[in-house]
Nanobody, 123 residues
Framework: QVQLVESGGGLVNAGGSLRLSCAVS????????IGWFHQAPGKEREGVSC????????LYARSVQGRFTITRNVDNNTVFLQMNNLKPEDTGIYYC????????????????WGQGTQVTVSS
């Protein structure tokens, strides 16, 4: 199995920054693309940013382009999401997710989910 443990969430003012971390473990961890998904209250879980197995290809939701950056340390399989210029609409639970093979960043194709970390952005 692939295990995903998120950290780094918290409360921040609008315009502030957070850095989320996802520790990925398991024998087959390097066979998975890794992504971050956001679920706002009352909304569907949506892909925010996902990164390929080799850490080269990254996908971003239009709503976060220019504000968020995903990186992957392929040596220890830790994935980071640098979140800058946060907005109140970014509030919600952020889940780290593992997608077998190539990166598509679609929730329906995710194989493993972390437990999530709460991000709250105040006005």
């Amino acid at each position: 199995q692939v295990q995903l443990v998120e950290s780094g969430g918290g409360l921040v003012n609008a315009g502030g920054s957070l850095r989320l971390s996802c520790a990925v473990s398991g024998a087959a961890a390097d066979s998975y693309s890794i992504g971050w998904f956001h679920q706002a209250p009352g909304k569907e879980r949506e892909g925010v940013s996902c990164i390929s197995r080799d850490g080269i290809r990254a996908l971003y939701a239009r709503s976060v382009q220019g504000r968020f950056t995903i990186t992957r340390n392929v040596d220890n399989n830790t994935v980071f999401l640098q979140m800058n210029n946060l907005k109140p609409e970014d509030t919600g639970i952020y889940y780290c997710a593992a997608e077998r093979g190539d990166v598509y960043c679609r929730a329906q194709w995710i194989n493993y989910w972390g437990q999530g970390t709460q991000v709250t952005v105040s006005s």
